[in-house]
């Protein structure tokens, strides 16, 4: 019979497994890659993970549903998109992760989301297991009724794969207050049943307070971490900060509470600059700008005019000590990197998830500057998720100053555990591979206690 040995596999033949069951899934391949180098690391001496084939299985969702999402716009024409629900694991809790509508939505970019919020989950140390969801839908220029008519259609479908002890979504890019409202009311409509299926509701009706801030503000928390860690702090750093959404906005706003000075932010069409700062103020109107007013960041010019704005560019090339990536997938590549290397930035860290390319992660790396990768970095929202489903749970709603202080400390905790795995001699602690050991141990580990399966 065959040992252990014999049957294990190395990395790059692992890898060619991968990108051969998963063609044209890019975004995909690039996120096991990113874990599974680590990983590698951490297992080599450990048969027991590699006898239950563990990485195999988690490059393996657990089951992708997808379905057709038919609804009317307001002249009436019926438009037809797709949507999916990709479930990765739920060895350690209920599938849990946001919901995306944006063009760029393709069933890579959800097995890519869904797989780093496994890791990202555990780390939270919250029984929370990894999924993600999302549809082609492009929320932008859709009047209200439009938005709700595709929302109330993606929920008849989408609600017979979810429950409170399931698979429990919430908001993700093109999904926020709004949206998550009218998923809710779907749902909520279709099964007769009140309970906490989807995080990130309005506080009138079960949503939790801290949960619209705590991405942002769990990402200016873990660099603050970051920096203690190495004997400095954010007052007085320039911070260069991209999109200018959920995750953007409350970056910049807890960034300026520290006495950062924030430089620019942005949105698909381009970034703007403002050398004096984006303070409380003009953050509070950019929020208005983009909720309220649904505008573009463009606008922001014509209000603060010492700023400049710079269309069809990213913002990778102003100076900074900081770069704080808050908008998209794979936005900094090789020569933003370099760019952002030559200017003296000394630390990056990820609001979004995989904003960095995979050779740009190695060129930060490789100067050892400090890099907080997003499934450390942005865990501080489906954190404060987490706690909103214990609220529902429970039937009570917890105060804004304890949930506060819970997320600071889950934050604090997040950067112990990549501290713990990720120390080294000769640089910065290596948060990627402690985020990714990390991560990974608690999921394999209570794989393994279930046998084969
Ligand atoms: P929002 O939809 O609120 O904002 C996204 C922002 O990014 C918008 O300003 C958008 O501009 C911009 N953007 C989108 N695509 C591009 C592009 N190709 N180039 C430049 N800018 C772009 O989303 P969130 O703030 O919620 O999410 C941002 C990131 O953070 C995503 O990676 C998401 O997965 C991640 N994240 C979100 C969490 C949350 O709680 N919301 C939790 C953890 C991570 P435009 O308006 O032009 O589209
Ligand atoms: O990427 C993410 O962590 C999210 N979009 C938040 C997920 C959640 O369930 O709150």
Redesign the pocket.
Known sequence: MASVHDRKVDFSTFMQGVEERNPGQTEFVQAVHEVARDVYGFIEDKDEYHEAQILRRLAEPDRIVSFRVCWEDDDNNVRVERGWRVQNNNAIGPYKG?I?F?P?VTESVLKF?AFEQTFKNSLTGLPLGGGKGGSNFDP?GKSDREVMRFCQSFMTELHRYIGPSVDVP?????V?SREIGYLFGQYKRITNRWEGVLTGKDTEFGGSQMRPE??GYGAVEFLQNMLEHADDGIDGKSIVI???????LHAAEKACSLGGKVLTL????GFVHDPDGIDADKIAWVKKLKNERRGRIGEYVEEYPDATYHSGD?PWQVECDIAMP????N?ICEDDARALLDNGCMAVVE???M?TTFDAVQILQDAKILYGP?KAA?AG??AVSGLEMSQNAEGISWKHDRLDNMLAELMTDIHEKCVEYGARDDGPVNYVRGANIAGFKKVADAMLAFGVM
Do not use: F
């Open positions: 946001g995306r944006h760029s989301l932008k919430a908001g993700d890019m093109g926020g705590a991405t991209s999109g200018a959404g959920n995750v953007a942005s949105d698909s069409d990213m808050c908008a998209t997938q936005e609001g979004a998830n904003p997003g942005n929202g489906v």
